[in-house]
């Protein structure tokens, strides 16, 4: 899409100062604030170029511009500055995720209220599902008092399930050591149609001794790899909406709300973002009626190479972009490294 420099700095400046204000933005008001190097006669005539080619609207019969879903498309694609985190957001968030436990929940409701507080925005993050083909990574257990232990499973996506069991005998640590070591050499990447009865057959003879608690071990290993969680998603700081001035209006903030209700619809919306590591989805380029006046920022994370989830952040069209973008970006990479922290744990 072909815009000349001059164009390009009339938009930009546009965009720049209706972001920052909810006004219309004037002629006057972009010679004033932005040294283009022209007069206000000389960027009417561009601002009005710009309306016509659809990258500048006028709002009812106000004097002033207001970026149209197509600017901020090309401003998006083509005009964008990259916009670096600071140092001090980037310590909050290390220190965040470190101040957390290597479970998986855990990590997911900290991704959900980082991205919140630091946009200003409603985040949403679709969380790691366990399915049919998740393979066994890791089995440790734990011995937590003579007849109590915690039997702990790590599977391949990087959900980790642990489960408190109480014992009819006593058992020590190097007991349970041995029974994690041979567990882990039979079962360790294999899903569950590949642990056969054979299988079974070699732990349990080889571990003979300890069946008042293998079969218990066992049937909770096979239970792990048979559940089959949904993907959840989960909001975060759905009223930060209510403090944009796009949404005082009620019948639209209705709206969204019932929108935002919907868990199913929500992740329909977030997943069906396919594969893409990023996506800026502006305005009319939304399926839903209620979302024609919002933005939703959206990115894919993985384990090794295995997509697993996406994180989102859902706010008006006149939302800061290069922020928002750098921030989901970032995020969903430390999510990455997380779960793959979870993994070699």
């Not at 479970?103 to 997911?108: D, F, K």
């Not at 440790?140 to 642990?162: K, S």
């Not at 019932?258 to 590591?277: C, I, N, V």
């Not at 989102?312 to 990479?333: C, S």
């Amino acid at each position: 899409m072909e815009m000349d420099a001059r164009k390009k700095k009339v938009l930009l400046a546009i965009i720049h100062d209706y972001i920052s204000t909810a006004e219309p933005v004037g002629s006057r008001t972009v010679s004033r604030n932005y040294d283009l190097g022209v007069s206000p006669a000389t960027i009417r005539n561009e601002m009005a170029d710009l309306e016509e080619s659809g990258f500048i609207e006028q709002p009812h019969t106000s004097a002033g511009r207001v970026p149209s879903d197509l600017g901020y498309r090309y401003y998006v694609d083509y005009l964008m500055p990259r916009k670096a985190l600071t140092m001090k957001q980037e310590e909050m968030i290390w220190r965040n995720y470190q101040d957390k436990q290597l479970e998986i929940h855990e990590i997911i409701n900290c991704t959900s209220q980082l991205l919140a507080s630091l946009t200003d925005y409603a985040a949403m993050i679709i969380a790691p599902a366990v399915t049919l083909v998740a393979t066994v990574k890791h089995i440790q257990l734990v011995l937590m008092n003579p007849t109590r232990v915690m039997i702990i499973i790590v599977l391949d996506t990087g959900i980790l399930q642990h489960h408190l069991v109480e014992l009819t005998e006593v058992i020590r640590q190097s007991d349970l050591e041995q029974i994690s070591m041979v567990l882990n050499n039979k079962l360790a990447g294999l899903n569950f149609d590949d642990i056969r009865v054979t299988v079974i057959k070699k732990i349990r003879l080889e571990l003979s001794r300890y069946k008042f608690f293998l079969d218990l071990v066992l049937e909770m290993i096979q239970n792990t790899l048979t559940i089959r969680t949904p993907s959840k998603i989960h909001l975060g700081g759905v009223y930060n909406i209510l403090n944009q001035p796009e949404f005082h209006n009620i019948e639209r903030v209705k709206a969204l709300l019932t929108l935002l209700e919907q868990k199913e619809l929500l992740y329909e919306m977030l997943a069906d973002r396919g594969d893409e590591d990023l996506s800026v989805c502006i305005g009319v380029e939304n399926i839903q009626e209620q979302m024609k006046d919002c933005t939703m920022v959206t990115a894919t994370y993985y384990t090794g190479d295995k997509m697993v989830g996406a994180i989102g952040v859902l706010g008006p069209t006149r939302m800061e972009y290069a922020k928002v973008i750098t921030i989901v970006e970032y995020l969903a990479k430390i999510l990455n490294q997380t779960l793959e922290k979870i993994q070699r744990k």
